[in-house]
């Protein structure tokens, strides 16, 4: 009779193990991976990417000219269609690439700088995210000066603690059951 039911069991070798247990041993590699500060930093800054990319190709379909650089031509409206539609998705194609980046650089470093002090402190708290928003807003405008730095880092603190007290509010969580309302 095994009497250390705390210690771990020994890790059989990939080839040795049933196909559950492969399946198992990746999906926990795998969930390690995504709660490590380096997964979270990576995670973040992909998303961060794919939302900026669908919000500048958002953001520049609104938008109603693209400036022509040709200075024979004042207005798109004077090109020929092709051209015109040419312009277009090249301006759109700009513009979702500028800001997928912006959002995935902005996430990746929010993100990572949080994970770091959540390690530091050994906490989780409204601190985190407005100590990281702190750290992440002035480090993003410090080329500006220490004043643009110093509002950088306030506004992105307000910022984030505003959306964590949003995020663990009591108002936001579902019923219990479908008879609740």
């Not at 198992?24 to 939302?51: D, R, W, Y």
């Not at 301006?91 to 993100?111: L, P, T």
Request: net charge negative; charged share 15%.
């Amino acid at each position: 009779m095994d009497n250390t039911p705390f210690l771990p069991k020994p890790k059989k070798a990939y080839n040795e193990m049933t196909q559950e247990e492969q399946a198992e041993a990746g999906a926990e590699m795998f969930m390690n991976f995504m709660s490590s500060c380096p997964g979270k930093t990576v995670i973040s800054g992909v998303s961060g990417f794919v939302l900026g990319g669908f919000f500048g190709l958002f953001m520049a379909s609104m938008a109603y000219d693209v400036p022509v650089g040709s200075t024979a031509v004042s207005h798109i409206s004077e090109l020929p269609f092709k051209q015109q539609m040419k312009l277009q998705f090249t301006d759109m194609a700009n513009r979702s690439y500028s800001s997928a980046k912006n959002f995935g650089y902005i996430g990746m470093i929010f993100s990572g700088v949080e994970c770091a002090v959540e390690s530091f402190r050994a906490k989780n708290d409204l601190w985190n995210g407005a100590t990281a928003g702190c750290i992440t807003g002035g480090g993003l405008a410090l080329k500006g000066g220490p004043q643009a730095a110093a509002f950088g880092c306030a506004g992105f603190a307000a910022f984030s603690t505003a959306i964590d007290m949003y995020m663990r509010s009591e108002s936001g969580k579902p019923p219990a059951n479908d008879y609740d309302s």
